[in-house]
DNA sequence: CAGTAAGCGGGGGTTGTCTCCGGTTGTGCT
DNA sequence: AGCACAACCGGAGACAACCCCCGCTTACTG
């Protein structure tokens, strides 16, 4: 749709070698690397980068689309593989690790889970929404989870705790112990 | 302690000024108000603001000292007018409403919990994690809470609760909520 | 192969952080 | 009161990052 014409060759380049140097830089300096440093490091001005992602937002989405499919994909093979409530739990658990330990991935997430009443359907936010919504409403249809609860709630919840383990200092130990916390209260009976 | 001497006037004047100002605008452009703005606004220079405060952190702290002091103060007024767990409850609520509509709080309630093992030994940290850790025992003892759980556990989770609120666009309501899920799970019996 | 629009790139205005040091001012002593 | 000194002030300026702009280049089309 936003497919009007391919994009010119060396367009295309530039913009891989940007999601390349960007996924470099937010690993090692996290999501606040400096732009116009990953304009330097793949060889492009800083302009081009400005052009292709608007913002820093855009950019750190692109980055991570692969990884953000990932776990849309994963959600479906936890929900064949296990019973609808530890499907839910599992797949939270690596959602909570992949936002502590991939620099940059909370921002995006948390991005992704803001109110916004706004168009702001990123791409990353519509996958996990979904993924979420198709665990959640499972484990609620199994009797594993209260029914008062809406999926994004439990996002929120997720991205919560993820956020309380990594001032832990974020052992996966830690991160396990908070969401089965969590977890008790989100199977409790409603009331 | 700290208190070699008393402070000459006209550097006192200036370090309330620095605070007023400061608290007007963290109120006004949240955490990440501009330094040198604060400093223009106090009519002094940045460095005198530097030399009182070198860095944001500082700054955001003293200029919160008495709502911090009040949080604490709270706490034990709750633990005589309610049940021990009642009275946990209800101050997390005020903490996590405190962290979400007073701008700026969140960062500071945040460094506050921190793993540190550092001798991170802000004030603010100190009085907030002694409140809660008398809260959290009382609760504890008389059996609202599970044992096997740290009262900067409960701290951080309540951290977290209240970020995930905040991405909900953050009635109280919503706190409410989040934390009553949290607090089945705190509560339940453990294993 | 030439015309053309899409794309490039980096200069530079702007804003924010933080340091440095010459000048000023409150304080304690006489 | 007046003096001398340490403490303190203030703002210029080095540095980093953001992001817009516009003249030049280059890939595609016919």
């Given at each position: 749709?936003?497919?009007?014409?391919?994009?010119?060759?060396?367009?295309?380049?530039n913009?891989?070698?940007?999601?390349?140097?960007?996924?470099?830089a937010?690993?090692?300096?996290?999501e606040?690397a400096?732009?116009?440093?990953?304009?330097?490091?793949?060889?492009?001005?800083?302009?081009?980068?400005?052009?292709?992602?608007?913002?820093?937002?855009?950019?750190?989405?692109?980055?991570?689309?692969?990884?953000?499919?990932?776990?849309?994909?994963?959600?479906?093979?936890?929900?064949?593989?296990?019973?609808?409530?530890?499907?839910?739990?599992?797949?939270?658990?690596?959602?909570?690790?992949?936002?502590i330990?991939?620099?940059?991935?909370?921002?995006?997430?948390?991005?992704?889970?803001?109110?916004?009443?706004?168009?702001?359907?990123?791409?990353?936010?519509?996958?996990v929404?979904?993924?979420?919504?198709?665990?959640?409403?499972?484990?609620?249809?199994?009797?594993?989870?209260?029914?008062?609860?809406?999926?994004?709630?439990?996002?929120?919840?997720?991205?919560?705790?993820?956020?309380?383990?990594?001032?832990?200092?974020?052992?996966?130990?830690?991160?396990?112990?908070?969401?089965?916390?969590?977890?008790?209260g989100?199977?409790?009976?409603?009331?």
């Open positions: 749709m936003t497919q009007g014409r391919p994009m010119r060759a060396d367009a295309r380049r913009y891989e070698r940007l999601l390349k140097a960007a996924a470099e937010f690993a090692e300096h996290g606040n400096s732009l116009d440093d990953i304009a330097k490091r793949a060889g492009v001005g800083s302009g081009t980068l400005y052009r292709h992602f608007p913002t820093r937002q855009a950019l750190l989405e692109a980055a991570y689309v692969d990884r953000i499919e990932a776990l849309g994909a994963r959600a479906d093979k936890l929900a064949k593989e296990l019973a609808p409530g530890e499907a839910l739990a599992e797949w939270l658990y690596e959602l909570a690790v992949g936002t330990q991939v620099r940059g991935m909370k921002a995006l997430l948390g991005s992704a889970v803001t109110d916004g009443g706004a168009a702001e359907l990123t791409a990353c936010g519509t996958v929404k979904g993924a979420v919504a198709r665990l959640v409403v499972a484990a609620q249809e199994a009797g594993a989870l209260r029914k008062d609860i809406e999926p994004i709630d439990v996002l929120r919840l997720a991205h919560g705790v993820a956020t309380a383990a990594e001032l832990a200092g974020a052992g996966e130990k830690e991160i396990r112990r908070y969401l089965g916390l969590l977890g008790e989100l199977g409790a009976a409603e009331g």
